[in-house]
């Protein structure tokens, strides 16, 4: 009788997303031979199953090496959306290996009743787009700070992952470290508790983050949204 489960293939797997975990327990549960690439952003990630692999390949010729000489079979991008270096290097490095390349990209969050979206093109229109005086909770990663410590005139709120490795550049900030709460409700007493004004945040879809966008539509806050290219 023959079987209906798939071909065993080995696949390598960008990811540091949630659905890129998820994706790699399935394919493991299938038989397939998985690699998950981290970008190392992290102190201590969250393991997916199957091998793990942390830290760049040199760009898109070094990722194509990789790739050919470990003899993969397949190439997933389920990094985040705002990722575009690597989704770029994953798309040449398909060209450059002759290895298939999946794309799996999270649709954007939609607008809903409620939401008082600003959306913008650039962190620098971002940053301008804040009033004199906001109390601002930027949930961007780290990163993507820079733009905002010339605002002298506004108190931040920063969440991060993990503490950063030097001081950051704010002259009136509070860092709150951990990951975003899944539940709205904790998420709306965080903003309650700093007397948030205003949210800065990407359009990164998907549900790991929604409850903060929850959370501000229920206290009517003002989202400075920074939208995909």
Known sequence: MQSDRPAQQKILILGGTV??????????REGHDVTTSLAGRTIDPVQPEGSVRIGGFGGAEGLATYLREEGFDRLIDATHPFARRISENAIKASALSGIPLEQRLRPRWQKQPGDRWKAVATLDAAAEALPPGATVFLALGRQ????FSARHDCRFVIRMVDPPETPLAFSDHVLVLGKPASDPDREADLFSAHGITHLVCRNSGGPGGYAKIIAARRLALPVIMLERE
């Open 19 to 28: 659905e890129a975990r998820e994706l790699a327990e399935t394919l493991v």
């Open 144 to 147: 993507y700070l820079d733009a």
